[in-house]
């Protein structure tokens, strides 16, 4: 099974901040890597899809990049309805896998 | 507008069976793989089980393997999710989701989850 480890796993951010997460995976897994959002209580929210793909209706704020094993996700001016938890996925093979998550507060 | 709704979320005794429903529109259903994913309280997100558009194809977590069993009826747009043999670790937050494109194996609607409580 390919683990997908991300980095930190909390974070304190401002309001305007650049952020910057990190998704690592223990093989190769090309560009299929997704980033999701997820709010207390709610669904997550797919963000970015293979690596760098912005999903429709997604701020252009949020932006991916990566390609084998190692993944970021960056935030370029920190909003505060960003304040969340940031999972990142595989989408390589079967068994799917998610990172632990990465949450973000004040 | 797509929408994916959850039931049949309860709370059980280890040991027993349960069946989870998603029923979903807004969307060609028969064209997308769909998926499973699950939350325990407080924990990241675990994937579960997908199966392909057509329901010819099926795949499993380790954990669930043997136990859960997926299938899909594309005449009513309905996903299911068959639990046996249910344990305190399978207590969570059941998701299901749709595949962004025919099979790609990332999602971009969800359902708002349906709890699973398994206790004695």
């Given at each position: 099974d390919i683990q997908m480890t991300q980095s930190p796993s909390s974070m304190s951010a401002s309001v305007g901040d650049r952020v910057t997460f990190t998704c690592r995976a223990s093989q190769t897994i090309n560009k299929y890597l997704n980033w999701y959002q997820q709010k207390p209580g709610k669904a997550p929210k797919l963000l970015i899809y293979s690596g760098s793909s912005l999903q429709s209706g997604v701020p252009s704020r949020f932006s991916g990049s990566g390609s084998g094993t190692d993944f970021t996700l960056t935030i370029s001016s920190l909003q505060p309805e960003d304040f969340a938890t940031y999972y990142c996925q595989q989408s390589f093979s079967t068994p799917l896998t998610f990172g632990g998550g990465t949450k973000v507060d004040i | 507008?797509?929408?994916?709704?959850?039931?049949?979320?309860?709370?059980?005794?280890?040991?027993g069976s349960l069946r989870l429903s998603c029923a979903t529109s807004g969307f060609s259903f028969s064209s997308h793989a769909m998926t499973w994913v699950r939350q325990a309280p407080g924990k990241g997100l675990e994937w579960v089980s997908s199966v392909s558009a057509s329901g010819g194809s099926t795949y499993y977590a380790d954990s669930v393997e043997g136990r859960f069993t997926i299938s899909r009826d594309n005449s009513k747009n309905t996903l299911f999710l068959q639990m046996n043999s249910l344990r305190a670790e399978d207590t969570a937050v059941y998701y299901c989701a749709k595949d962004r494109i025919t099979i790609s194996w990332d999602f971009d609607y969800w359902g708002q989850g349906t709890l699973v409580t398994v206790s004695s």
């Open positions: - | 507008e797509v929408q994916l709704v959850e039931s049949g979320g309860d709370l059980l005794q280890p040991g």
